[in-house]
């Protein structure tokens, strides 16, 4: 499987991005899927993970209420929408598909991972 993310950028604090990570050579539909982060300096931290079917969210804390993660299997692709981003959310922003079909925040429980996308939340 190979994982391409997409969508990062530059955005003033506040504002909102839409990130999409599209999955080629094999389908992911079986696949729970998951994004990470990591900032400069610091250690990749879970983001937001969905199951197979696009149910189960579980974010982290310190984005739950802002970012949306969802998944469009027939497109093969899963998306993290991120709303009122601050500052504190710029990193590096990487999707990863599951060993298993459940929504996990264990990153060792990843099989697959994308090249990451930078988001940067200017102040």
């Known amino acids: 499987v190979q994982l391409q993310a997409s969508g990062g950028g530059l955005v003033q604090a506040g504002g909102s991005l839409r990130l999409s990570c599209t999955a080629s050579a094999r389908t992911t539909s079986n696949n729970g899927m998951g994004w990470f982060r990591q900032a400069p300096g610091k250690e990749r931290e879970f983001v937001a993970a969905?199951?197979?079917?696009?149910?189960?969210?579980v974010y982290a804390d310190s984005v739950k209420g802002r970012f949306t993660i969802s998944r469009d299997n027939a497109k093969n692709t899963m998306y993290l929408q991120m709303n009122r981003l601050q500052a504190e959310d710029t990193a590096v922003y990487s999707c990863?598909?599951?060993?298993?079909?459940?929504?996990?925040?264990?990153?060792?429980?990843?099989?697959?991972w994308g090249q990451g996308t930078l988001v940067t939340v200017s102040s």
């Open positions: 990863a598909a599951a060993r298993s079909s459940m929504s996990t925040t264990q990153s060792t429980s990843y099989q697959y």
């Open positions: 969905v199951n197979w079917r696009g149910g189960s969210p």
